[in-house]
């Protein structure tokens, strides 16, 4: 977690409303995302003395948890002959999944499917199926390696790989983005102050949202491109995981 990071707050748009004396409220309202500071006129709160303000933040870390969905597929004249198919190639996976140290926790079971294939004339012409797993991995490094073992032995679906983050991270950084939140919430209040040549003299309410963990995903892998002695190990370098949350904050103002 030490490449986590608030990022610029310039990437973050806020709202904000301002209610003045009687008679001559004053509001803006958010025109351009990219810029927290632009504003247009709008219909905002009517609360003398206050303001209010609603700010976003985020902040970004390297993902220490990976879901690769591995599976194997089969085709023959029967279904039975694509059961047995698929049992097979299962237990290999199985097997491939143990000698490489996964906990059995980490493994779940994925989609099984098995059915007919139809002609034009609604004709059955033979069977194929799938077996999929999700593996769970807490060191995102050993992806490429769990996808190589997985494919020399026998699986021929590789789908989904999702970088994401434990809970324990998720918690520490969901905290991280509701702090920058008010922290930008805090800095447009400021401003806006200043501009209205008014004093802040404290908070008087604060509500928090929205918060939202943004996975990086790949998605259909080809198992052709592990498969062979002469070919590399596969390599997959994941993007820092995003977590963002918003706030809403009311601040008590004196002329």
């Known amino acids: ?16 409303t301002v209610a003045g004396c009687m008679g001559s409220p004053l509001s803006s309202t958010e025109t351009d995302s990219t810029d927290p500071g632009s504003a247009a006129d709008g219909d905002g709160d009517v609360d003398d003395g206050e303001i209010t303000v609603s700010a976003s933040g985020e902040v970004e870390a390297e993902p220490d948890k990976a879901i690769v969905d591995i599976g194997v597929e089969a085709s023959g004249d029967t279904a039975d002959e694509v059961t047995s198919a698929l049992s097979t190639g299962a237990d290999r996976l199985r097997t491939a999944f143990d000698d490489l140290g996964i906990p059995d926790e980490n493994i779940e079971e994925g989609r099984y499917r098995v059915h007919p294939n139809h002609t ?22 050993r992806v490429g390696e769990v996808i190589d073992a997985s494919v020399e032995a026998g699986a021929n679906n590789i789908g989904r790989v999702n970088f994401t983050l ?45 918060v939202r963990v943004h996975t990086v995903r790949y998605d259909n892998m080809s198992a052709e491109d592990s498969a062979g002695n002469a070919a590399p190990p596969t390599e997959i370098n994941a993007d820092p995981v995003t977590v963002s949350a918003s706030a809403t904050v009311t601040y008590e103002f004196a002329t």
């Open 1 to 16: 977690m030490d490449r986590r990071q608030f990022l610029t707050a310039s990437s973050v748009g806020v709202a904000a």
């Open 120 to 141: 034009r004339d609604g004709e059955t012409d033979g069977f194929e199926g799938a077996h999929s797993f999700e593996v769970t991995l807490t060191d995102t490094s």
């Open 166 to 210: 434990q809970e324990e991270s998720k918690s520490e950084l969901r905290k991280d983005a509701i702090d920058a939140a008010l922290a930008n919430a805090d800095e447009e209040a400021s401003h806006i102050a200043d501009n209205r040549e008014v004093e802040l003299e404290g908070t008087t309410s604060v509500t928090t949202g929205d």
